[in-house]
């Protein structure tokens, strides 16, 4: 059964970069019916798109998140990671990880349990 | 962007009630509408996707139906487990977004 799993520090300073990693666990992340991306979840609010990207390198970005965010894949371990920069006390959330849907319909139908991520000096 | 707006944002119901929570797109999205559980401290779990197809291992007191701009997610009959909260999104085109959600509560 498909896993995914974030990683990456809780906390985070403002002005820094958030990175976190989501591995991905009994299945291949190199399917080429699949995407993976980020989704956010600020406290008490509703969820946010970040990114997706394919296995081999193509990505696109939510543009509310202008120039920030980058999103990777390292299909040697089975991961994909996403960067966040300079980033403020409005980036405090729980990040998850998802896997989308490639063929036609895009939705989300596997998820990281989520990581807390909090942007404080 | 394309907005989602969802109806209520709340509601109360008990057990065995039938229960019709709404989702309207700001502009014409086909069926690339999906529906998500999510649960205190959990991950959202898809329930329904292309507007009316109900992923698998979901119960099937759960349907979803719609097109265009208008769409509704019914709970045949509501059971314990089903208080949560609930959340469209649009997946036409990018960047998807969500509703702001519809929080079922016991009444």
Redesign the interface.
């Known amino acids: 059964q498909l896993q995914l799993q974030e990683s990456g520090p809780g906390l985070v300073k403002p002005s820094e970069a958030l990175s976190l990693t989501c591995t991905v666990s009994g299945g291949s992340i190199s399917s080429s019916s699949y995407y993976w991306g980020w989704i956010r979840q600020p406290p008490g609010k509703g969820l946010e798109w970040m990114g997706s990207i394919y296995y081999r390198g193509s990505a696109y970005y939510n543009p509310s998140l202008k120039s920030r965010v980058t999103i990777s894949v390292d299909t040697s371990k089975n991961q994909f990671s996403l960067k966040l920069n300079s980033v403020t006390a409005a980036d405090t959330a729980v990040y998850y990880c998802a896997r989308r849907d490639g063929n036609y319909y895009y939705y989300m139908d596997v998820w990281g349990e989520g990581t807390t991520v909090t942007v404080s000096s | 962007?394309i907005w989602m707006t969802q109806s209520p944002s709340s509601l109360s119901a008990s057990v065995g009630d039938r229960v019709t929570i709404t989702c309207r797109a700001s502009q014409d999205i086909a069926?690339?509408l999906?529906w998500y559980q999510q649960k205190p401290g959990?991950?959202?779990?898809?329930l329904i996707?292309?507007a009316s197809?109900l992923?698998s291992g979901v119960p099937s007191r759960f349907s979803g139906s719609g097109s265009g701009t208008d769409f509704t997610l019914t709970i045949s009959s509501l059971q314990p487990e089903d208080f949560a909260t609930y959340?469209c999104?649009q997946?036409y085109t990018?960047?998807?977004?969500?509703?702001?959600?519809t929080k079922l509560e016991i009444k």
């Open positions: 962007d069926n690339y999906n959990k991950a959202p779990k898809l996707y292309a197809s992923q959340c999104q997946s990018t960047p998807y977004t969500f509703g702001q959600g």
